[in-house]
């Protein structure tokens, strides 16, 4: 287990923009596979995207075009930025990191809504 702390989420109308991020502590986090997830009241926590050591990038259909996730191996962060957001985004969103078979490590979560 290691410590991943999630920050960036917020309030914001349809249509706009966030950026979170998600820093790492005891790892060096470009050589595990990071990935970013959102739990919405009353459903199961589902992947948004994901990005591999080696670069490789999937998205779920409901957010590809929109969302995008990224790396600076510099910061030790991983970034999910949002755009053209929606009242469904609307959710609880986990930053994930896992290697190998190891059991994967979650962050605290942070809260998007997206409302006018």
């Known amino acids: 287990q290691v410590s991943l702390v999630e920050s960036g989420g917020g309030l914001v109308q349809p249509g706009g923009s966030l950026r979170l991020s998600c820093t790492a502590s005891?790892?060096?986090?470009?050589?595990?596979?990071a990935g970013w997830y959102r739990q919405a009241p009353g459903k199961e926590r589902e992947l948004v995207a994901s990005?591999?050591?080696?670069?490789?990038?999937t998205y779920a259909d409901s957010v590809k075009g929109r969302f995008t996730i990224s790396r600076d191996n510099a910061k030790n962060t991983v970034y999910l930025q949002m755009n053209s957001l929606k009242p469904e985004d609307t959710a609880v969103y986990f930053c994930?990191?896992?290697?190998?078979?190891?059991?994967?490590?979650w962050g605290q979560g942070t809260q998007v809504t997206v409302s006018s």
């Open positions: 994930n990191a896992k290697r190998g078979l190891a059991e994967p490590s």
């Open positions: 005891e790892i060096i986090f470009r050589t595990y596979v």
């Open positions: 990005l591999t050591s080696f670069g490789r990038t």
